[in-house]
């Protein structure tokens, strides 16, 4: 089934700086790849979500890149401000196998930004 | 318009114990899935629901877990006895369609926190 690897799990920035946050997957027929973003209390809501058709999806701040090839994308995150800080999740859909329809999530990049 | 809902969203529990969890989601969402995060580790797919039918049940970790759906509205998940390894957060989510469709995304609720002790 599919595997999906996330990292850092920790990432500390100056309000004002990036952050980047990666994931790898291991289904190669895998074609949506969702962020989430989970404040304290709450469950993970979707920030940003790219399909396999395109490489790259931006959304003011917040933006999505691919490599199919490469089977890893990633989350960009530019001018940091503090209400930024929660854990981001990365997941899969995999299109095959046992990991058909469902989402494999990544083990979570708790980001905090200071002020 | 309200969005996934699940209670309690604490639940504190003795070993062997019996918890039921509650996930109400989106009015007219025929798709319902639960996941569980335990402590520090990623977001685990338990099972997911079509209408009142299980499509894909795979992730439930053995039979002390319980999943109903019953009339294709709310969704129960049952614990029965429940030990200290269930402990974690639990999420319910749903969508319209499957995930697999374009332009069609998952909505979690809060999340129930279960602690067995």
């Known amino acids: 089934g599919e595997n999906v690897e996330q990292h850092p799990s920790t990432l500390s920035v100056q309000e004002g700086d990036s952050a980047v946050i990666k994931c790898t997957y291991s289904d190669s027929a895998s074609n949506y790849f969702p962020w989430y973003k989970q404040e304290l209390g709450k469950g993970p809501q979707l920030i940003i979500d790219i399909r396999s058709n395109v490489g790259e999806k931006k959304d003011q701040r917040i933006a999505v890149t691919l490599n199919k090839t490469a089977k890893h994308f990633s989350l960009h995150i530019t001018e940091t401000q503090p209400e930024d800080s929660a854990v981001y999740f990365c997941a899969a859909i995999g299109a095959g196998g046992t990991s058909y329809g469902k989402l494999t999530f990544g083990q979570g990049t708790i980001l905090t930004v200071h002020p | 318009e309200a969005g996934v809902t699940q209670f309690p969203s604490h639940s504190v529990i003795e070993k062997g114990q019996t918890v039921t969890l509650r996930c109400d989601p989106i009015s007219g969402h025929d798709n319902l899935y639960w996941y569980r995060r335990v402590m520090g580790k990623e977001i685990k797919f338990l099972l997911h629901f079509v209408k009142e039918s299980k499509q894909d049940e795979s992730g439930m970790p053995n039979n002390r877990f319980l999943a109903e759906r019953t009339g294709g509205t709310y969704s129960t998940l049952k614990v029965q006895p429940a030990e200290l390894e269930d402990s974690g957060v639990y999420f319910c989510?749903?969508?319209?369609?499957?995930?697999?469709?374009?332009?069609?995304?998952?909505?979690f609720g809060q999340g129930t926190r279960l602690t067995v002790v």
């Open positions: 989510a749903s969508s319209p369609f499957t995930l697999l469709l374009m332009n069609t995304e998952a909505f």
